[in-house]
């Protein structure tokens, strides 16, 4: 058997293609939708992609399974399980084969067995893999959602992302019921998840690319409780806010996810077509780092800096229906801002520019926009200033500015809509880069007088100046 893990650090996924070596026949497992991936490790290993198949409608990037499967002739296989709300509404349409509970693909003399896990959505399937040319006992299971290292999938999703009520409680007991399901199967047995850490699909994935069943019965949390009540209790404490764009991937997904766009040209965009693009509504979604973008930038444009949490604010805060245009330092790095945007759908990116255009912007305008940035103690000493701290609940409940504000960064358009737009505002987050992009956020909505805190939470608290923490409900009594 062949094992083949593909890894995207800017969407915190896994996807896995499985063969066996003497027939060339291969699967490929919850794919994203840089398909050419797949195809080009097949062909280097001159394997024979067969079938094509995921663990379940995925919330967080748009699938590739459905345009892997044209692309290669692979027969599509997509779970049938979690009643008639929670099926594939293409699979009749492309000829997908249903699986259900109990059900196998022969891969030549490798066998995956289709196990139904919900819990973290109602139709998720596990694969359980037995290579019948070694043992006949199977020594691995493809997790997807259900268990990760250190972590379950979240079975909050659907409520609070997809916005379908009442679903929490019930879909943590359902959880609960499955991992009680695992008790049968063998310690040694490995666990190839669908998500490392950083994954919003959970609240404490570990790093390391696999696992095995003993090791999570010993260390994972999940594992530890025993009773119903008390398990649904602790897996819905403490999730992360999920990012905004996990409703529009979920019903994509569902529907009918559309091939990737990232061949078609990539423009280089001078002054005249930016400011084209702003007067038809396009959003300018500045890729450098914050620091960069403080020095100067264009105006109304939002900052998201690229790195492994891109996806997630672009997701969050980048209008799908609108036109996009990315500034960043290079060509290259352009390219692969436009690429993490094609993985989560947002493929209306008409170009890029760089530093020739901000050097055009900057001769005809005089200047450039740029953002201040102060430290804890000058804000300490700006009383009138309105402090927003754009982190998430569980860091803003762990420990906070006292008499700050919490804004959650994914939230903040909507909770600082009534505001004035002269309102005084300093932002902070835990070290200075979701307060940069929250910065720019505010400032492309309108706000005048907007700051960035350098350092975030982490160099007030160091300051010795005044904090609410989990234990502590009054200031720090040598700064009171």
């Known amino acids: 058997m062949l094992l083949e ?21 291969a699967v490929v497992i919850d794919p994203n939708r840089d398909v050419d991936q797949y195809i080009d490790f097949a062909a280097r290993r001159k394997l024979t992609i067969a079938f094509v198949t995921e663990t379940h409608i995925h919330a967080d990037f748009v699938s590739g399974a459905r345009d892997l499967a044209r692309r290669t002739g692979a027969e599509l296989l997509l779970s049938g399980e979690g009643g008639r709300d929670w099926q594939y509404a293409f699979a009749g349409s492309d000829g997908a084969r249903l699986l259900r509970h109990g059900d196998r693909i022969d891969v030549g003399e490798v066998q995956l067995q289709i196990v139904h896990t919900p819990g973290h959505t109602p139709e998720h399937i596990c694969f359980l893999v037995t290579d019948h040319g070694t043992a006949s006992a199977p020594m691995g299971l493809v997790s997807g959602d259900f268990i990760f290292a250190g972590d379950v999938g979240r079975p909050d999703l659907l409520e609070r992302a997809a916005n379908t009520a009442g679903t929490m409680d019930p879909m943590a007991r359902t959880l609960f019921r499955s991992l009680q399901t695992t008790k049968s199967l063998p310690d040694y047995l490995q666990i190839w998840p669908g998500h490392g850490a950083g994954s919003a699909c959970g609240k404490s994935l570990g790093a390391i690319p696999s696992t095995t069943l003993g090791f999570e019965r010993l260390t994972n949390w999940a594992f530890q409780i025993d ?20 409703a529009i991937m979920k019903a994509t997904n569902r529907d009918g996810p559309p ?8 423009m280089e965009l001078d002054l005249d077509a930016l400011r084209r693009a702003g007067a038809s509504g396009a959003t300018v979604v500045d890729a450098r780092q914050a620091s960069e973008f403080a020095a100067g930038h264009v105006p109304g444009s939002l900052n998201i800096p690229m790195g492994n949490s891109f996806a997630t604010w672009a997701g969050s805060l980048v209008p799908y229906d609108r036109q996009v245009a990315i500034i960043a330092e290079d060509r290259g790095r352009a390219g692969r801002a436009r690429h993490v945007l094609n993985l989560i759908g947002l493929d209306r990116v008409i170009g890029w520019g760089g530093p020739s255009l901000l050097d055009e912007l900057r001769a005809r305008d005089g200047s450039l926009p740029t953002t201040e940035v102060i430290d804890a103690e000058t804000l300490a000493a700006s009383p009138e200033r309105m402090i927003i701290d754009v982190r998430a609940r569980t860091e803003w409940d762990a420990g906070h500015i006292q008499d700050a504000t919490h804004g959650f960064l994914g939230d903040l358009a909507a909770t600082t809509r009534d505001l004035p737009r002269d309102t005084p505002i300093a932002l902070h ?3 200075g880069s979701r307060s940069a992009t929250a910065a720019s956020l505010l400032k492309a909505n309108g706000f005048t007088d907007v700051v960035n805190m350098e350092g975030g939470y982490g160099a007030w608290r160091d300051a010795g100046l005044p904090v609410v923490d989990d234990t502590q409900t009054t200031a720090n009594p040598s700064h009171v």
Do not use: N
Not at 5 to 25: E, G, M, N, P, T
Not at 227 to 246: I, R
């Open 259 to 266: 091939p990737g766009r990232v061949g078609q040209d990539f």
């Open 429 to 431: 987050c835990a070290g």
């Open 227 to 246: 009773e119903e009540d008390a398990f649904v209790t602790a897996v819905l404490a403490g999730q992360p806010e999920p990012p905004k764009y996990f």
């Open 5 to 25: 893990r593909f890894y995207s650090d800017h969407l915190a996924q896994a996807s896995y293609i499985i063969a066996c070596q003497d027939s060339k026949v």
